[in-house]
């Protein structure tokens, strides 16, 4: 590997590398060759200004991002009954994440592991020095936004107040049919207009936030949505669909506005918004698009735990899954159209895990058995609780079972993961790989999705392990270090 150029104190326009990788190509009669591809990695040096545009900005999310950024920036402190609190970014891998870049070799002898943070591998964006905005069918500033959601503590919002309240989400996109009836009480700020006039709505908005920034994401943190079935299939139908002045989800007439502006669009809800026209149509207008649904506490845990279970050799048979949560999101998933979308982007997370291992999982053998239950229970407010049992099937057909409780402020386990996804997600859009740039979709940010779509829909890594090293391996190779084998064969170990 050649790290010559990636010298960051002589500060390059590009951060370039060349980086072999290694891989075993098998045949269908188990024959197999070992094959070393010689890639170039250019990564563009300078971070840009960015605007960050959430959909949903006024939500829980939404209002406990913008605070908690806002709490860092201004080195805001708050008080509970607990005691006196200083801003951090726990929960998020790259402003919290080391990785594993070398050894080092010690004076008297034997060897140390060197670790980096994740965010010094290359130049990444500073959160603090984005600039958020965004819409919402609520018209609430951020301050009452932040009030209505009960997330950060009072003391906290009391202090921010001044900044909070000046951000007023913009007009939305709308369309009640794909989100529950009960979230009307909350609609106060829509956008009017066919589905062409209000897609050129949202790209004015996005323009216009480009005129301030050199660089926008937009950011899906909205209501979870229906599906739309049957599927967009082609260009043609979503054209067609637009044009026809179809009733379409909000979240594709967003999505579609931000390919034609060719800005990354990342989809944290379960909803079916990449559908293949859509895909098509990012493909040929250069878009960005990464998704699906946030991988923040129960799927995360779940790809986890069975990288544990199954690796270990155990087979799990059964997984049942129980969450009950208060805030507006179980208020909008109570709703059966809703929950269906949040139960197919919960289900598919063990494919994989399956898929790996014909021992415990032969061909003509069983599944499985998998069941996601969500129950809206207000009292709880965003502090989500999850149970989950995983029965596995042990030596002689005995049965180990694990039940796991966990309590968890649902919004400050998702933002620090929106703000990876963001971080990476600007990195990523800035690389190029033997000259060509990824897309039209992120796959490498599946770490952060439930669902995660990619560029090959019948090649989708789920487990939490593999996801974390093809990310570090990526951002390893692309800084000029070499990801390690772990066999310490040299070390004598
Ligand atoms: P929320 O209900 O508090 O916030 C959603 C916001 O979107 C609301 O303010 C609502 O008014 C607004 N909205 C609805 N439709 C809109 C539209 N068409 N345009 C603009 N704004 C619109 O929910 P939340 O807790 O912030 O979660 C947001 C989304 O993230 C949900 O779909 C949820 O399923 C998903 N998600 C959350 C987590 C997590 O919080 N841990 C994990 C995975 C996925």
Known sequence: MDNSSSDHDSQPEVVSNIFTERFTEFNDDGTFKNELVEHTIETEATVPKLGLMLVGLGGNNGSTLVAGLLAHKNQVTW????????????????QCGTTKVGIKKLPKGGIKDVYKPVKDLLP????TDMEVTGWDIS???????????????PDLVNKLESDLSQIVPMKAAFNPEYIAANQSDRVDNILEGTNEEVIELIRADIRNCKERNEKVIVLWTANTEMYLLPELETIEDLEKAIKDNVSLPASVLYCVAAIKEQVLYLNGSPQNTFHPGVLALAEK????????????GQTRFKTAMSDFLIGAGLRISSIVSYNHLGNNDGKNLSEDKCFQSKKISKSGCL???????????????????????IRYIPFVGDSKRALDEYSSKIFMDGVNTIST????????LAVPIMIDMVVLGELFSRMKVDGKAFGPVL?????????????HPEYVINSFNRQRETIVNLLKAASGITPDDATLLSFNY
């Open 139 to 153: 018209k609430d500033n951020l301050f009452e936004a932040c009030k209505r959601s009960h997330v950060l503590e």
């Open 79 to 94: 008080e509970s009954k607990t005691g006196v609190h200083t801003p951090n970014y726990y929960g998020s891998f790259t």
């Open 285 to 296: 207008e250069g878009g960005l698009l990464g998704g699906n649904d946030f991988k923040s």
């Open 405 to 412: 409780y966990n309590i968890c402020e649902d919004s400050l």
């Open 124 to 127: 990444t964006i500073n959160p």
């Open 351 to 373: 494919d994989d895990a399956i898929e790996g291992n014909e021992i415990l999982y032969p061909r003509d053998g069983k599944d499985i058995d998998h069941d996601v239950i």
């Open 443 to 455: 796959s490498y940010l599946s770490f952060f999705f439930k669902a995660p779509s990619t560029n």
